[in-house]
């Protein structure tokens, strides 16, 4: 399922989850709320935002917004990873809002606050959905659940994804997932949803269309919110593989999708993308959404938390030779007098400063995008289901 591309002027847009996240907010060369290239002042443009705190130079900063394409630092490239059961190290999640963008920090971003990833005693992911603020109500007048995405720092550029997974989808509109997907709006997915427990869905978009006949539903030997089983993707430049325990369970291939002819496009995934794993309420907001994923969501114990659990995670790149070496981020790229010997300071801003320039309201700092995205997420919930 596709995350909204639109969004309320009060609410920051969402680029994944499951997304959780990444839809480019992008008009040409305008920062959405600043209404024009981002200044050299506040460099980078990310949300909708300009800010001179280089957190926002990271992954989704829109580089045609920002001040210079290279204020935006360069998306880290694919190595393979392999995180073996019991693996999962909290220390490897990085908060998005401390993210500097360098790949040698950590292997994961956590996309929103409050930080609802978090790693067990025994070494698995837990993802979890719990009662966003209480007993407030949406503006549907709905509870509301509050999840997490964990997002790959760095892109997969085709190649292959593998995880072993508990889905936490046992209630109506529990939406749990694994994802591939771009600012582009390029996406291949399996989502587990609650109004079908035994069951989980594959899918894939390309640039954002809301396309939803190329769903395919797959059921289970044994119900997948109790018994964990591995789930692959295989990504190439000619095909795409859903395969589960092993077995390939679906195949789509680039030259059976649509052709255009006038950029000899087809509209298959083809741009690098993140990995990401998330947990989300889908029964509680727009109707097709609930529709979907069903409805309602139950809170009627408003302390219930939903716990999406992954053992272990491979990810095996296509294209091969990427670790990175060099010091980050390479030369000539970030906002205009960035210096990482002084933590990261931008002519002697402090990096968690909004920066100046602009009208007001248009610079905002990283911990306010990572704590109010979710919200618009949430609250907004697809016009598209």
């Not at 909204?4 to 499951?18: D, E, I, N, R, Y």
């Not at 692959?232 to 195949?251: A, H, K, M, N, Y």
Request: with cysteine.
């Amino acid at each position: 399922m596709i995350n909204p591309s639109t969004w309320t002027t009060g609410a920051l847009p969402l680029l994944t989850l499951g997304s959780l996240w990444l839809v480019a907010m992008v008009s040409a060369d305008v920062c959405e709320h600043f209404g024009a290239q981002c200044p050299s002042t506040s460099a980078c443009c990310k949300q909708g935002y300009c800010s001179a705190d280089p957190n926002f130079c990271t992954t989704g900063c829109i580089p045609n917004a920002s001040y210079s394409p290279q204020s935006c630092f360069p998306q880290p490239k694919c190595v393979d990873l392999s995180i073996p059961e019991g693996g999962w190290k909290g220390e490897s999640i990085i908060p998005l809002q401390n993210f500097t963008g360098d790949p040698g920090t950590g292997n994961w971003t956590s996309d929103f606050q409050p930080n609802h990833a978090s790693v067990n005693g025994a070494g698995d992911l837990i993802l979890t959905l719990s009662m966003d603020g209480g007993s407030a109500k949406n503006e549907f007048g709905k509870p509301q659940g509050f999840g997490a995405t964990i997002s790959s720092i760095r892109s997969l550029d085709y190649g292959a994804v593998t995880a072993k997974i508990k889905s936490a989808s046992t209630s109506p509109g529990v939406v749990s997932s694994l994802i591939v997907r771009n600012s582009y709006g390029d996406e291949i997915d399996f989502e587990w949803v609650g109004k079908e427990k035994k069951e989980v869905q594959s899918n894939f978009y390309w640039n954002n269309e809301l396309d939803y006949t190329k769903s395919v539903h797959h059921p289970m030997p044994e119900d997948p919110t109790v018994n964990f089983y591995t789930y692959g993707i295989r990504w190439t430049p000619d095909e795409i593989q859903w395969l589960i325990e092993g077995s390939v369970v679906r195949t789509v291939y680039r030259n059976t999708t649509t052709f255009i002819a006038a950029n000899s496009t087809y509209k298959y995934p083809s741009r690098p993308a993140l990995v990401q794993l998330g947990i989300w309420d889908g029964g509680q907001g727009l109707q097709g959404t609930a529709d979907w994923a069903g409805t309602p969501t139950d809170w009627a114990d408003p302390n219930k938390k939903y716990d999406m659990t992954v053992k272990n995670l491979d990810v095996s790149c296509f294209y091969k030779g990427n670790t990175t070496t060099e010091t980050w981020p390479p030369a000539g790229y970030g906002p205009p007098g960035y210096d990482k010997s002084k933590g990261g300071s931008v002519n002697g801003t402090d990096k968690a400063g909004g920066g100046g320039g602009g009208s007001t309201g248009s610079t905002i700092s990283s911990v306010q995008v990572a704590s109010t995205v979710m919200l618009g997420f949430v609250v907004l919930l697809m016009t598209f289901a």
